[in-house]
């Protein structure tokens, strides 16, 4: 297997808009930590495959899709670490700049012959974040795809669906937040191991109920309690079976939407404080929304790269952690915010009012058809 991993900065050299709270609406160019984007290559010597990971909320399909026309023999699948202090992926200024920098990346990397094995885990983790809607359980997982070479941890692939949000929208400066902040430190305790992150279905998700502030402090914290589970877990014996395969599927949903009426008395009594803050500023939204319904995404790509018998999904919609439902846990790994951003997308039996409720426009015969299809990748070969 020919493989190559590089990092690079992507920091915008200007001022920029954040992207993820509705009060960001000014410039910033104080970066706090800075931002990456991880670039994985995989060549079995019949597919080429590159996953990259960016620090940012989500990014445009057009980036993925000009890099997939300029890399023809290669399939590129862009994902985000869904920070909320990243620079905006509504900046076209922006987008190009980081275009250019991926392209100039991918076509410089350092590509080595290995002989990998790889290895899979899955474990509830909701030391960093649990539910965000009150008296709602909810499925939070941390899963870990590590490559060995000589039993020598050479990648590892992260993926957690809660929230990056610890630190509040009017934030000054810019951050990768605590999954970044968890690579920083796994990287200087494994200076000679890759690693990436990925968000998961995280539309539920959140840390709101286990952080104790919101600052970068907390950032620390939290990112320092994901650091150490992931450690732990690369510490613990697993399967190793050979690595010499990989492959890339993808599929087009069509998609349908709707845009009734909220029903209010279905709001809770007993939320906190935040959740009924949230729920207002949901109301104001869907306002906007129903003033541009025909620009509403028709289409969604959802896609598939195997690692030999395992399984990474890619769908652009925050989908509720409902959605995990839909695939098999013991071989596949649901990543959203991933070939381009899109809105939430809330359970299909879910019958309470949250913020995500109101962004949510999709009938429900659109979300069967998309669990009908992540439920396929994942278990068909």
Known sequence: ???????????????????????????????????????????????????????????????????????KDTDITISCTHTHFGCSPHNSEYTEYLKNKLINAISNLEIKERNLTISYQCVPFTEVGKSRISNHEANVLLQLLTFRENNNPVFVFIAHNCHPTIMNGDTPFFSKEYPGYALEKLTERYPYTFFTFSQGADGDISTRFTRQAQNYEEVQRLGTLLAEKVSSM???????VPFNNVTYDKRIINLEHTF????????????????????????????NLAKKLDTLPKEALISRIRFGNYKVIFCPNELFSYYIQAINTDDSILICYSNGYAHYVTGIDDNFITYESFTD?????????????????????
């Open 1 to 71: 297997m020919k493989t190559a991993f590089a990092r690079i900065n992507i920091n915008a050299p200007f001022p920029c808009h954040q992207a993820g709270f509705i009060q960001q609406t000014y410039d910033v160019n104080e970066y706090n930590d800075d931002l990456y984007a991880r670039i994985a290559y995989f060549d079995d010597g019949n597919h080429k495959v590159i996953h990259i990971s960016c620090d940012n909320l989500g990014l445009p399909i057009s980036i993925q899709n000009e890099l997939n026309d300029y890399f």
């Open 361 to 381: 426009t999709l009938t429900p015969e659109t979300k069967k058809r998309l669990f009908n299809e992540l439920h396929d990748l994942s278990y068909e070969n």
């Open 260 to 287: 009734e009426d909220i029903d209010m008395s279905k709001i809770s009594s007993d939320l906190s404080p935040r959740e009924l803050e949230t729920i207002k500023i949901g109301a104001i939204v869907r306002k």
């Open 234 to 240: 690369m510490c613990e014996k697993t399967v190793e």
